[in-house]
């Protein structure tokens, strides 16, 4: 891990397009597309280093939980399992 103030976390609130403080030059693609909104959504899942987390739950655990609350209910736990290896 880099050190503290390196712009770790700017980074990721920038590719989440969670930033709105500050100016941004350039562009944020994805396969080189510009996100949407709705892309984000969908397929992108971000913790923000002042959530609140689970204490007892593993990493892994954190992130089933998480995927389960962004998709429908159709989904099964063995797709979640799947998409998370």
Known sequence: MLCSGSGKSTLLDILAQRKTVGK???QVLIAGYPPT???LRRYAGYVEQ???LIPV???HEMLLYTAEL???RSVTLQ???LCLL
């Open 37 to 39: 909104q709705t892309f």
């Open 57 to 59: 739950l593993t990493v």
């Open 79 to 81: 797709v979640y399992m």
């Open 50 to 52: 002042f959530d609140t």
């Open 24 to 26: 941004l030059k350039g």
């Open 70 to 72: 962004k998709t429908s």
